[in-house]
């Protein structure tokens, strides 16, 4: 099975900064990594998919970047909704795993 | 507008079954798979499968297999997902999502709400 990790686990920030969350798969994935957002309670939200397509109707602050085993997801300027957590996942073979979160917290 | 509308909470004891559903509206539901994702409590997420909703064939990621069943009923638009001899570590949120395609990439959208099973004598 594709491992994917996240880093860092958690990330402490303010509101207006840029941060960047990184997706490292064990093995090359091209460009099938996509990205969710989940809220405390609720299902997860797709952002980003295929590295870098902004999914319809997701704010423009929200890009990916990436190929291969390693890839990025950038806030460009957080927003107070943007404080939650945030999942990778590899679409490229089946079991289509997901790496394990990032926490966003207010700094 | 497509959605996905699991039905609510269950409490059931080791041993017993569950069928968790997840009805569908707003589009074929057809010409999309269906797909499950079990999260426990405090944890990630784990794919567990999907089901082609043409032809009904099931694929289970391994660790899935022998205890859940994935079935439809397309008169109906809804997939479901059963559980047979629960376990206190079955004890989750599963959320039904269905898989889009763009090209040779897809992703989940949109999910269904989650159910909550909590295994618990």
């Known amino acids: 099975d594709i491992q994917m990790t996240q880093s860092p686990s958690s990330l402490s920030a303010s509101v207006g900064d840029r941060v960047t969350i990184t997706c490292r798969a064990s093995?090359?994935?091209?460009?099938?990594l996509n990205w969710y957002q989940q809220k405390p309670g609720k299902a997860p939200k797709i952002l980003i998919y295929?590295?870098?397509s902004l999914q319809s109707g997701v704010p423009s602050r929200f890009s990916g970047s990436g190929s291969g085993t390693d890839f990025t997801l950038t806030i460009s300027s957080l927003q107070p909704e943007d404080f939650t957590t945030y999942f990778c996942?590899?679409?490229?073979?089946?079991?289509?795993?997901f790496g394990q979160g990032t926490k966003l917290e207010i700094k | 507008q497509v959605q996905l509308v699991q039905s609510g909470s269950e409490l059931k004891k080791p041993g017993a079954s569950v069928k968790v559903s997840c009805t569908t509206s707003?589009?074929?539901?057809?010409?999309?798979?269906m797909n499950w994702v079990r999260q426990a409590p405090g944890q990630g997420l784990e794919w567990m499968g999907w089901?082609?909703?043409?032809?009904?064939?099931?694929t289970y990621a391994q660790g899935f297999t022998g205890q859940f069943v994935f079935s439809l009923d397309t008169s109906v638009s809804t997939a479901y997902l059963q559980i047979s001899s629960l376990k206190a570590e079955d004890t989750a949120v599963y959320y039904c999502?269905?898989?889009?395609?763009?090209?040779?990439?897809?992703?989940?959208?949109?999910w269904g709400q989650g159910t909550l099973v909590t295994v618990s004598s």
């Open positions: 093995q090359s994935i091209s460009s099938y």
């Open positions: 999502a269905r898989s889009v395609s763009s090209g040779h990439y897809f992703r989940f959208d949109p």
């Open positions: 707003g589009y074929t539901f057809s010409n999309y798979a």
């Open positions: 089901i082609n909703t043409d032809t009904g064939n099931p």
């Open positions: 295929a590295a870098s």
């Open positions: 996942q590899q679409s490229y073979t089946s079991p289509y795993t």
